[in-house]
C-alpha cells in the first residue's frame, strides 16, 4: 500500500482543513486506517482510526468533537475533517494503514500499522 496525503496548510486558529490521503494497493480496502502527527520535539501521536469497513471510527480524546475521519473504498481514498483548530494541533500529519486485514480496532499504537505516508504539514497560528 502507497499513501500520499495532501491539504496541509496554515490556517488562524479556530479555522478548518481537510486532509486527503490518496491509497495505491489492491489492499487498502481490506485494511483500518490511521491519522498520526509529529509536532517538533515531540513523538508522533495517534489522532484518529477508521475500521478497514469504515463502520467504526476512534479518535484521541485530544481531537475528540472536532475531528473526523472518513474513508471511501471506492475511491481508495481516507479523510480527515479537522474543525476548531487549535495551536497545538500544528505538527506534520500522516496517514497510515494496518499491518492486518479487517481490523475494526481501536488500534492507537504506531506499532499496529505497517504502512506511512510521507506526511504534510498543518500549521495554526494564534
Known amino acids: 500500500v502507497q499513501l500520499v496525503e495532501s491539504g496541509g496548510g496554515l490556517v488562524q486558529a479556530g479555522g478548518s482543513l481537510r486532509l486527503s490521503c490518496a491509497a495505491s494497493?489492491?489492499?487498502?480496502?481490506?485494511?483500518?486506517m490511521g491519522w498520526f502527527r509529529q509536532a517538533p520535539g515531540k513523538e508522533r501521536e495517534f489522532v484518529a482510526g477508521v475500521s478497514w469497513s469504515g463502520g467504526s471510527t476512534y479518535y484521541a480524546d485530544s481531537v475528540k468533537g472536532r475531528f473526523t475521519i472518513s474513508r471511501d473504498n471506492v475511491k481508495n481514498m481516507v479523510y480527515l475533517e479537522m474543525n476548531s483548530l487549535k495551536p497545538e494541533d500544528t505538527a506534520v500529519y500522516y496517514c497510515?494503514?494496518?499491518?492486518?486485514?479487517?481490523?475494526?480496532?481501536?488500534?492507537?499504537?504506531?506499532?499496529?500499522?505497517?504502512?506511512w505516508g510521507q506526511g504534510t504539514q498543518v500549521t495554526v497560528s494564534s
Open positions: 497510515t494503514a494496518h499491518r492486518t486485514y479487517y481490523s475494526d480496532g481501536p488500534s492507537y499504537s504506531s506499532d499496529a500499522y505497517d504502512y
Open positions: 494497493g489492491r489492499t487498502f480496502g481490506w485494511r483500518a
